[in-house]
């Protein structure tokens, strides 16, 4: 069983090609959330695999609510794997999902990286595809490697890109991650897809626009990315930097 959560395809697309060369089955940390499902029995000797980005240096907060009510029924002996997706330093995140996996009795077997495209636009520009195009094609090098490692059950940390003070960079994150930064254009159609697919139910539309109701979200940044006429910002920076979804994956 490979849970994840994506917002913008990249872990979306490593679960389901890991699952597909393991005889795996994925699950979406998002659809659990808003099913309030967290309870799962495994089968003798499955793989419980988790897949996720990296936000400033450590776990999405969404991700984070998810392991905290994660109640899993054990069956023989599990070999236990995280996979992040990340574009710079991943920071503290491995060492994160081992401590809350260490609440309910699970221990890190393999940890895997995979640099992807980098989605947090208020500092990367995403607008020359060449480039895009580029670090999606080194992935599958790496997410051909994971598969290699998952399916003999390697052990070990196959992580060299931690960085130091990752807790420093974590705060702005867990304080920060303020919606009143979020503004929608005139373009925005009404379409009311940004409030579907918010994972934490921040944005209510009214009157078709979209209105962030809760202070603080996971900043996931989905609706910015998957507006169909872009018309989500964040702050001054995220209109000159383009839009991104995987293209190799259905959201
Ligand atoms: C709020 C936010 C913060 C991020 N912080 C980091 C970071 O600290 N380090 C990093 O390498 N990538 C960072 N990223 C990039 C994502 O981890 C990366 O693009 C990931 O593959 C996105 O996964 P998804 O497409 O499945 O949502 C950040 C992205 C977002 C939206
Ligand atoms: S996804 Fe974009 S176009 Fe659709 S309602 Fe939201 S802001 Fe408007
Ligand atoms: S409001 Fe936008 S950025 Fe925040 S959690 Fe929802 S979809 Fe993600």
Not at 198 to 212: E, F, M
Request: proline content about 3%.
């Amino acid at each position: 069983m490979i849970f994840y959560f994506s917002a913008t395809g990249n872990c979306k697309y490593v679960a389901t090609r890991i699952a597909s060369a393991t005889n795996d089955i994925t699950v979406s940390i998002t659809d659990c959330l808003k099913t309030n499902t967290f309870d799962f029995n495994l089968k003798h000797h499955e793989n419980i695999g988790f897949v996720t980005p990296t936000y400033f240096w450590g776990l999405p907060t969404v991700v984070i609510d998810f392991l905290e009510q994660l109640k899993i029924k054990m069956n023989g002996k599990h070999y236990v794997y995280h996979i992040i997706t990340y574009g710079t330093i991943n920071g503290q995140t491995h060492y994160m999902m081992s401590n809350y996996l260490k609440k309910i009795c699970l221990s890190l077997d393999g940890k895997f990286i995979v640099k992807m495209v980098d989605t947090w636009t208020p500092i990367f520009n995403l607008t020359d595809k060449d480039e895009n195009q580029k670090k999606l094609a080194n992935a599958e090098r790496e997410i051909d490697t994971i598969i290699e490692y998952v399916n003999d059950k390697i052990k070990g940390d196959y992580n060299n890109r931690k960085g130091h003070f990752a807790n420093l960079v974590y705060a702005i994150y867990k304080y920060g991650r303020k919606t009143k930064k979020f503004t929608v254009g005139n373009s925005c159609i009404e379409c009311g897809l940004c409030e579907k697919q918010c994972p934490v139910l921040a944005i209510k539309t009214d009157n078709g626009k979209p209105k962030w109701i809760k202070k603080q979200c996971t900043l996931c940044l989905g609706c910015l990315h998957r507006c169909p006429k872009f018309s989500i910002q964040y702050g001054n920076k995220t209109k000159n930097h383009g839009q991104y979804v995987n293209p190799n994956v259905k959201l």
